[in-house]
T-cell receptor
Protein backbone atom coordinates (compact mmCIF):
# COMPACT_ATOMS: atom_id res chain seq x y z
CA UNK A 1 0.00 0.00 0.00
CA UNK A 2 1.12 3.55 -0.61
CA UNK A 3 2.35 5.33 2.49
CA UNK A 4 1.55 8.73 3.91
CA UNK A 5 2.65 11.44 1.49
CA UNK A 6 3.82 14.84 2.63
CA UNK A 7 5.06 17.89 0.78
CA UNK A 8 7.24 19.81 0.64
CA UNK A 9 10.15 17.93 2.22
CA UNK A 10 12.00 21.10 3.12
CA UNK A 11 10.99 24.73 3.51
CA UNK A 12 12.97 27.79 4.52
CA UNK A 13 11.11 31.01 5.28
CA UNK A 14 11.73 34.24 7.14
CA UNK A 15 9.95 35.04 10.38
CA UNK A 16 6.52 36.60 9.96
CA UNK A 17 6.02 34.85 6.62
CA UNK A 18 3.38 32.20 6.10
CA UNK A 19 3.80 28.56 5.11
CA UNK A 20 1.56 25.60 4.34
CA UNK A 21 2.17 21.87 4.49
CA UNK A 22 0.18 19.19 2.74
CA UNK A 23 -0.56 15.59 3.72
CA UNK A 24 -2.22 12.71 1.92
CA UNK A 25 -2.95 9.81 4.30
CA UNK A 26 -3.15 6.12 3.55
CA UNK A 27 -6.36 5.31 1.74
CA UNK A 28 -9.13 4.30 4.12
CA UNK A 29 -7.49 5.74 7.23
CA UNK A 30 -10.09 7.74 9.10
CA UNK A 31 -7.76 9.34 11.63
CA UNK A 32 -5.13 11.90 10.68
CA UNK A 33 -2.58 13.56 12.94
CA UNK A 34 -0.17 16.45 12.69
CA UNK A 35 2.84 16.32 15.00
CA UNK A 36 5.59 18.87 15.59
CA UNK A 37 9.05 17.45 16.28
CA UNK A 38 11.63 19.92 17.51
CA UNK A 39 15.25 18.81 17.16
CA UNK A 40 16.21 16.45 19.97
CA UNK A 41 12.65 15.96 21.23
CA UNK A 42 9.83 13.52 20.75
CA UNK A 43 6.91 14.38 18.48
CA UNK A 44 4.23 16.58 20.01
CA UNK A 45 0.64 16.28 18.83
CA UNK A 46 -0.72 19.47 17.28
CA UNK A 47 -4.07 18.28 15.99
CA UNK A 48 -5.98 15.03 15.49
CA UNK A 49 -8.80 14.58 12.97
CA UNK A 50 -11.38 11.83 12.82
CA UNK A 51 -12.65 11.94 9.24
CA UNK A 52 -13.04 15.72 8.77
CA UNK A 53 -13.82 16.54 12.40
CA UNK A 54 -11.31 17.70 15.01
CA UNK A 55 -10.80 15.29 17.93
CA UNK A 56 -8.00 17.12 19.73
CA UNK A 57 -6.37 20.47 19.02
CA UNK A 58 -5.51 21.38 22.59
CA UNK A 59 -1.82 21.93 21.80
CA UNK A 60 -2.28 23.80 18.54
CA UNK A 61 -1.23 27.48 18.85
CA UNK A 62 -4.44 28.73 17.33
CA UNK A 63 -3.30 32.33 17.06
CA UNK A 64 -0.90 31.31 14.29
CA UNK A 65 -1.54 27.69 13.34
CA UNK A 66 -4.54 26.35 11.46
CA UNK A 67 -5.36 23.00 9.94
CA UNK A 68 -8.13 21.56 7.88
CA UNK A 69 -9.10 18.22 6.45
CA UNK A 70 -11.58 18.73 3.69
CA UNK A 71 -13.68 15.76 2.61
CA UNK A 72 -11.99 13.65 5.26
CA UNK A 73 -8.97 12.82 3.13
CA UNK A 74 -6.09 15.27 2.47
CA UNK A 75 -5.07 17.79 5.07
CA UNK A 76 -3.18 21.07 5.17
CA UNK A 77 -1.41 22.70 8.11
CA UNK A 78 -0.72 26.42 7.92
CA UNK A 79 1.43 28.74 9.98
CA UNK A 80 0.86 32.49 9.75
CA UNK A 81 2.92 34.36 10.80
CA UNK A 82 5.88 32.07 11.49
CA UNK A 83 8.20 32.55 14.46
CA UNK A 84 11.76 31.36 14.93
CA UNK A 85 10.60 28.76 17.45
CA UNK A 86 8.43 27.13 14.78
CA UNK A 87 11.56 25.63 13.23
CA UNK A 88 10.91 21.90 13.44
CA UNK A 89 9.91 18.83 11.47
CA UNK A 90 6.17 18.59 10.90
CA UNK A 91 5.02 15.01 10.72
CA UNK A 92 1.73 13.80 9.36
CA UNK A 93 0.42 10.40 10.38
CA UNK A 94 -2.71 8.38 9.75
CA UNK A 95 -4.36 5.33 11.27
CA UNK A 96 -7.49 3.24 11.01
CA UNK A 97 -8.56 4.69 14.35
CA UNK A 98 -8.85 3.26 17.83
CA UNK A 99 -6.12 3.02 20.41
CA UNK A 100 -4.79 -0.31 19.16
CA UNK A 101 -4.15 0.91 15.64
CA UNK A 102 -0.58 2.03 15.05
CA UNK A 103 0.16 5.31 13.36
CA UNK A 104 1.75 5.38 9.93
CA UNK A 105 4.00 8.38 9.46
CA UNK A 106 5.07 10.35 6.44
CA UNK A 107 8.69 11.48 6.06
CA UNK A 108 7.85 14.94 7.36
CA UNK A 109 8.48 18.52 6.31
CA UNK A 110 11.55 20.19 7.77
CA UNK A 111 10.79 23.87 8.36
CA UNK A 112 13.53 26.40 9.02
CA UNK A 113 12.47 29.89 10.06
CA UNK A 114 15.24 32.51 9.79
CA UNK B 1 -2.89 12.83 31.93
CA UNK B 2 -0.63 10.23 30.44
CA UNK B 3 3.11 10.65 30.11
CA UNK B 4 6.15 8.70 28.93
CA UNK B 5 9.68 8.85 30.30
CA UNK B 6 12.63 7.40 28.43
CA UNK B 7 15.74 7.10 30.56
CA UNK B 8 18.86 8.11 28.69
CA UNK B 9 18.73 10.38 25.67
CA UNK B 10 21.77 8.63 24.18
CA UNK B 11 22.91 5.01 24.38
CA UNK B 12 26.13 3.63 22.93
CA UNK B 13 26.55 -0.11 22.37
CA UNK B 14 29.08 -2.28 20.66
CA UNK B 15 28.07 -4.33 17.66
CA UNK B 16 26.85 -7.71 18.91
CA UNK B 17 26.06 -6.45 22.41
CA UNK B 18 22.68 -6.25 24.11
CA UNK B 19 20.54 -3.22 23.39
CA UNK B 20 18.33 -2.09 26.30
CA UNK B 21 16.18 1.03 26.04
CA UNK B 22 14.10 2.00 29.05
CA UNK B 23 10.56 3.35 29.00
CA UNK B 24 8.24 4.13 31.90
CA UNK B 25 4.72 5.40 31.48
CA UNK B 26 1.87 6.80 33.48
CA UNK B 27 -1.71 6.24 32.48
CA UNK B 28 -5.02 6.36 34.27
CA UNK B 29 -6.37 3.40 32.31
CA UNK B 30 -4.83 0.20 30.94
CA UNK B 31 -2.50 1.48 28.27
CA UNK B 32 -1.70 0.62 24.74
CA UNK B 33 2.06 0.98 24.32
CA UNK B 34 4.22 1.34 21.24
CA UNK B 35 7.87 1.56 20.22
CA UNK B 36 8.77 3.46 17.06
CA UNK B 37 12.14 3.88 15.32
CA UNK B 38 13.23 6.93 13.35
CA UNK B 39 16.11 6.87 10.90
CA UNK B 40 17.70 10.16 9.80
CA UNK B 41 15.45 12.33 7.65
CA UNK B 42 12.61 9.85 7.82
CA UNK B 43 9.32 9.51 9.59
CA UNK B 44 8.66 7.12 12.45
CA UNK B 45 8.26 3.40 11.80
CA UNK B 46 6.45 1.00 14.11
CA UNK B 47 8.70 -1.55 15.83
CA UNK B 48 6.12 -3.24 18.05
CA UNK B 49 3.00 -2.66 20.10
CA UNK B 50 1.36 -3.91 23.30
CA UNK B 51 -2.44 -4.01 23.28
CA UNK B 52 -3.27 -6.11 26.38
CA UNK B 53 -2.50 -9.55 25.00
CA UNK B 54 0.84 -11.25 25.73
CA UNK B 55 3.10 -9.17 27.96
CA UNK B 56 6.21 -10.09 25.95
CA UNK B 57 5.87 -8.55 22.52
CA UNK B 58 8.07 -9.35 19.56
CA UNK B 59 8.63 -6.81 16.83
CA UNK B 60 10.56 -6.30 13.65
CA UNK B 61 14.33 -6.44 13.27
CA UNK B 62 14.77 -8.74 16.28
CA UNK B 63 13.45 -6.30 18.88
CA UNK B 64 11.13 -7.23 21.71
CA UNK B 65 9.60 -5.48 24.69
CA UNK B 66 8.04 -6.62 27.95
CA UNK B 67 5.06 -4.94 29.57
CA UNK B 68 5.37 -4.89 33.37
CA UNK B 69 2.30 -3.38 34.97
CA UNK B 70 3.76 -3.40 38.50
CA UNK B 71 6.72 -1.34 37.32
CA UNK B 72 4.75 0.72 34.73
CA UNK B 73 7.51 -0.14 32.30
CA UNK B 74 7.81 -1.21 28.69
CA UNK B 75 11.55 -1.62 28.06
CA UNK B 76 12.84 -2.46 24.58
CA UNK B 77 15.59 -5.01 24.04
CA UNK B 78 17.57 -6.68 21.29
CA UNK B 79 20.05 -9.44 22.13
CA UNK B 80 22.68 -8.50 19.56
CA UNK B 81 23.08 -5.01 18.11
CA UNK B 82 23.72 -4.49 14.42
CA UNK B 83 25.18 -1.40 12.78
CA UNK B 84 21.82 -0.83 11.08
CA UNK B 85 20.18 -0.38 14.51
CA UNK B 86 21.72 3.07 14.82
CA UNK B 87 18.67 5.34 14.97
CA UNK B 88 16.40 7.16 17.40
CA UNK B 89 13.81 5.18 19.30
CA UNK B 90 10.57 6.50 20.75
CA UNK B 91 8.24 4.94 23.28
CA UNK B 92 4.60 6.04 23.13
CA UNK B 93 1.38 5.50 25.09
CA UNK B 94 -2.15 5.70 23.75
CA UNK B 95 -4.75 7.18 26.09
CA UNK B 96 -8.09 5.48 25.55
CA UNK B 97 -9.73 8.02 27.83
CA UNK B 98 -8.63 10.93 25.64
CA UNK B 99 -9.62 10.00 22.13
CA UNK B 100 -6.70 7.57 21.79
CA UNK B 101 -4.24 10.43 21.80
CA UNK B 102 -0.70 9.10 21.33
CA UNK B 103 1.92 10.67 23.59
CA UNK B 104 5.63 10.16 22.88
CA UNK B 105 8.65 10.07 25.12
CA UNK B 106 11.66 12.25 24.42
CA UNK B 107 13.49 9.56 22.47
CA UNK B 108 16.75 7.65 22.86
CA UNK B 109 19.43 7.89 20.21
CA UNK B 110 21.35 4.65 19.74
CA UNK B 111 24.93 4.64 18.52
CA UNK B 112 26.42 1.29 17.50
CA UNK B 113 30.20 0.98 17.66
CA UNK B 114 32.01 -1.51 15.43
Amino acid sequence: EAGVAQSPRYKIIEKRQSVAFWCNPISGHATLYWYQQILGQGPKLLIQFQNNGVVDDSQLPKDRFSAERLKGVDSTLKIQPAKLEDSAVYLCASSLGGGRSPLHFGNGTRLTVT
Amino acid sequence: AQSVTQLGSHVSVSEGALVLLRCNYSSSVPPYLFWYVQYPNQGLQLLLKYTSAATLVKGINGFEAEFKKSETSFHLTKPSAHMSDAAEYFCAVSDQAAGNKLTFGGGTRVLVKP
